[in-house]
């Protein structure tokens, strides 16, 4: 009994004086037992609801008895400890004290760290399984949990949980093992960098909206709490006097309101869906975030107005400014062209690949600004160089001296300026008013690096200035600096963004050379971490300073192995080739703007058509398939290859063989390499030419490959657009393969056609196919003459002007002929060639296929990307089957496809 009072005595400290003096009620000790037991209490985020238990029930010491509900308390006591304290009590009180004690001690020291497990897990679940596995494998090789390994990982969020008392910090703890000693750019922006369509929405409302809309939330601490409270006042004899306020009955909200979605956020969101990403491309824009010129689109090419005319006047000075700075500007424009088309051939960045995602439409449409730093700095220079009383000029042509002046005064202080100025601009105030702009690419392109707001390139061109006028300060300037310095700058910032890595190993493991020049492993972690790897071009400084990653080399040997972005095989491969001699520049690595965008003969290509003629003459002796682009939709990855011929070697019969070579190796090759499903795209499936593609698979029976042609899935998308109250139809290219599957299709739905061909034997082989009932449907016409009172014509076959004199005023053009014939008809609707808009999963689409729009593809493109994610084990060569045209148009439908939005026009 004396350790009893004991023990009675020291809890008796550690309680509120109201808990002793409260009175003594008669209450019901087997509710109490069960709020009051462990398993509850450990539910309950602890102390705060164990004290108001104590408040109610405890009374006063040594007044209240219940051996059954003591010994019921003693039982759910996990600990040995507590359980003997517990023995020697000798009333109910004295244990519900002793267990509030030991609960409010172990959830000071566990419950912070429970909460983070717990919202650890939670952000865990709703990673895909690939990013499961790479965080495992990271932890596997680190030594850490997994959740230890994505909390350190993720540099780019700061989450909250629900209770908004933990918080996961996203500083790579490896890479600051001091944050309080830091540097301020160390802290974290306080919101995502960018979401993946370029809207600038807050990550903690973003996890929150999209926790809701996958999953039900989970039982929260206030859920628990309410339990607890009702459970005491049920005891006391009381009704229930809390409600759950996740389960009190709502307002009706309106139908197209997001609920599970902050206004703020929304507000967020409309604004990002209003606005392009042309127009909001910082997080929150700053004052000098638009460059002046950035209105006047491709009109300030005419800043180059004045030192063209100058040169031309012959009104130069004495050291050729002018001259020398076109001719630096054109050589600069010349190089990065250089490195984008270098960076975009597969077959030179397929093994050393670092990161294995693509770029999208957006990125591209971000960064074609990219040589506005050219203008800007040659207006610059020019302003100093022209600059009354300085004296900057009388340069001579080359000084070797003050070469090496240039080299040191960079490798200086430029240096060591652009390194702090860099972790400054990390800062959240200025990271999200400018630098933001920069890190919105994830994965980085060569001219990525030139791509920043005014204000930053304003601090930058001040900071190069240092090694310029240091060296004409110290008499060793020279027209030759000029060169040096801004070329070679470019050269080392093009490498560094251009994500695949080719620096030889032998060249970095000379001395001390990871310290001198860095690589594009090295500044892509910047990209990706973006709280580490700081420097411009010389790592020194982030290993003196401690922001260097220490994976930076680790990813360097994965990606010369080719292990940082394996290259994988394609599941579908689209087999194009070229249509007019100008198209060579719609390729991705040939113009990087203009493939982005439909084709077009513009006026400024046509001096560039002498040089197509060399490349197409060595394409024709030497060229063999290649891969154009790569893309992803859903769980395939899918490729464009072309084959090396144009349009007009099609309708030469003694290139036919030379073409089938070529078609037939592709398909060779996507067989040994795994792909699954290879479609022919435009004139490789001629029927002239290999009958569909049929004559490959009947030379090559046991083809692993599936061999599509996709013109199913065009004839379903002709048959949509003819209106569903149409009984007629005038069709020309009737005997084609599309032609022979619309005639047939359509006769049995009831639909006079009249083919319009010359050829009786093959009209009546295609009426012979149609069921009997059905043949009365389908009429032959021999000219063009009997399509006059048909309102609906079909056209498979070219049309000029003067044929399409004869359809009927107010006549419907539904076309499949390529090229599409001349709209030339004002009081006629012409239909556009069929085609598909991708589904929205499809992703790292960065190039238009020709004359399509953004995003949409050839119907017979189409079909075989359908094809494959039906998993169709047939070939579709040769005749289309018109009984399997719904079923193809359905699994289309199925998977997200849709037809082409721009719809029929009629010329006004």
């Not at 009388?394 to 080299?407: D, E, I, M, N, S």
């Not at 700058?489 to 310290?515: A, Q, S, T």
């Not at 249509?579 to 990087?592: I, K, M, V």
Request: glycine share 6%.
């Amino acid at each position: 009994m004396t350790r009893s009072r004991g023990v009675s005595a020291s809890l008796n400290r550690k309680l509120p004086r109201s808990l002793l003096e409260t009175r003594s009620k008669s209450v019901d000790f087997d509710a109490v037992s069960e709020v009051s037991s462990g398993k509850s209490l450990e539910k309950s985020r602890g102390c705060s609801v164990a004290t108001g238990v104590l408040r109610k029930f405890a009374g006063r010491s040594g007044v209240v008895r219940d051996p059954d509900c003591l010994q019921r308390t003693r039982e759910r006591t996990p600990t040995c400890a507590v359980r003997a304290k517990l023995t020697s009590a000798s009333n109910f009180a004295d244990a519900l004290c002793v267990r509030h004690v030991y609960w409010s001690r172990r959830w000071r020291r566990e419950d912070k760290k429970k909460r983070r497990a717990w919202l650890l897990s939670r952000l865990f679940r709703r990673l895909t399984p690939r990013t499961r596995a790479r965080i495992a494998t990271s932890a596997t090789r680190r030594g850490t949990s997994q959740g230890e390994d994505f909390f350190f990982a993720s540099s780019r969020v700061r989450l909250r949980s629900r209770a908004g008392k933990s918080r996961a910090h996203t500083s790579d703890a490896r890479a600051f093992p001091d944050r309080r000693r830091s540097f301020a750019s160390h802290r974290e922006p306080r919101r995502a960098a960018h979401t993946r369509e370029g809207a600038t929405v807050d990550a903690r409302e973003t996890h929150r909206a999209r926790a809701s809309r996958e999953s039900p939330a989970p039982r929260n601490a206030n859920a628990r709490s309410c339990e607890l409270d009702n459970a005491r006042d049920r005891a006391l004899g009381r009704s229930p006097s809390r409600v759950d306020r996740a389960r009190r009955p709502r307002r009706a909200s309106r139908p197209d309101r997001e609920t599970s979605v902050s206004r703020k956020t929304r507000r967020r969101l409309s604004v990002a869906a209003r606005t392009s990403i042309a127009d909001v491309m910082a997080l929150k824009p700053g004052f000098g975030y638009k460059f002046p010129w950035e209105d006047m689109g491709t009109f300030k090419y005419l800043l180059f107005v004045p030192f063209v005319a100058t040169v031309a006047l012959g009104r130069d000075d004495a050291d050729d400014w002018c001259w020398h700075m076109l001719a630096i500007a054109a050589v600069r424009y010349v190089h990065s062209q250089f490195w984008i088309s270098l960076s975009r051939v597969h077959a030179v960045t397929q093994h050393t690949k670092i990161q294995a995602k693509g770029i999208d439409y957006k990125q591209i449409d971000r960064e074609d600004h990219w040589d506005d730093y050219i203008i800007l700095q040659l207006i610059v220079m020019t302003l100093v160089h022209k600059c009354p009383g300085l004296g900057f000029s009388g340069f001579p042509k080359t000084c070797g001296a003050g070469l090496a002046q240039l080299l040191l005064l960079h490798a200086g202080p430029t240096e060591f300026a652009y390194y702090w100025l860099h972790r400054l601009l990390h800062h959240h105030t200025l990271y999200s008013a400018y630098h933001s702009h920069h890190h919105a690419s994830f994965v980085t392109e060569p001219i990525t690096g030139s791509v920043h707001p005014f204000m930053e390139h304003l601090m930058y061109t001040a900071n190069f200035a240092i090694p310029l006028l240091g060296t004409w300060a110290m008499g060793g300037a020279s027209i030759a600096m000029f060169y040096a310095y801004l070329i070679g700058f470019d050269v080392l910032n093009n490498i560094g963004h251009c994500n695949f890595e080719f620096i030889p190993r032998w060249f970095m493991n000379l001395p001390l050379m990871k310290y001198l020049i860095y690589t594009p492993s090295y500044h892509s972690l910047h990209h990706s971490k973006v709280h580490t790897n700081f420097c411009l071009f010389m790592p020194l400084y982030d290993y003196a300073y401690g922001t260097a990653d220490p994976g930076s080399h680790q990813l360097y040997e994965r990606a010369m192995k080719g292990e940082a972005a394996p290259n994988k095989a394609p599941d579908v491969v689209f087999v194009a080739h070229g249509t007019e001699l100008l198209s060579l520049f719609h390729l991705p690595f040939a113009l990087r703007s203009f493939s982005s965008r439909p084709f077009k003969s513009a006026w400024w290509l046509q001096p560039f058509l002498p040089l197509c003629l060399p490349v197409v003459a060595l394409l024709r002796l030497f060229g063999q398939p290649f891969v154009s682009d790569k893309h992803r939709l859903k769980h395939l990855n899918c490729a464009t290859w072309v084959t090396p011929a144009w349009g007009f070697q099609f309708f030469i019969k003694r290139e036919f063989s030379h073409i089938n070579r070529k078609i037939e190796k592709a398909i060779l090759q996507a067989n040994e390499s795994g792909v699954k499903v290879l479609g022919l795209g435009a004139l490789n499936k001629n029927e002239a030419l290999n009958g569909g593609g049929q004559l490959f698979v009947d030379k090559h029976p046991n083809l692993n490959v599936r061999v599509v042609h996709g013109n199913t899935l065009t004839a379903a998308a002709i048959l949509q657009k003819i209106p569903d109250d149409v009984r007629e139809i005038f069709l020309t290219g009737a005997t084609s393969k599309l032609g022979r599957a619309i005639a047939l299709y359509l006769s049995a739905k009831g639909v006079r056609v009249v083919m319009y061909t010359t050829s009786k034997e093959r009209f009546e082989k295609i009426r012979g196919e149609a069921r009997r009932q059905d043949q009365k449907n389908i009429v032959q016409a021999t000219t063009l003459e009997e399509g006059r009172g048909i309102k609906d014509w079909v056209v498979g076959k070219h049309c000029s002007p003067k044929d399409q004199e004869k359809a009927p005023k107010h006549a419907t053009f539904h076309q499949f002929v390529v090229p599409p014939i001349p709209e030339t008809r004002r009081d006629c609707v012409y239909t556009n060639l069929p085609a598909f808009a991708l589904p929205k999963d499809a992703k790292d689409f960065r190039s238009c296929e020709m004359t399509m729009e953004r995003g949409h593809v050839h119907a017979c493109h189409a079909g075989a990307l359908v094809h494959a994610l039906e998993g169709w084990t047939y070939n579709e060569v040769g005749a289309i089957d018109h009984t399997r045209i719904d079923s193809t148009w359905e699994a289309a439908m199925k998977h997200g496809f849709k037809l082409a939005t721009v719809q029929a026009k009629a010329i006004s």
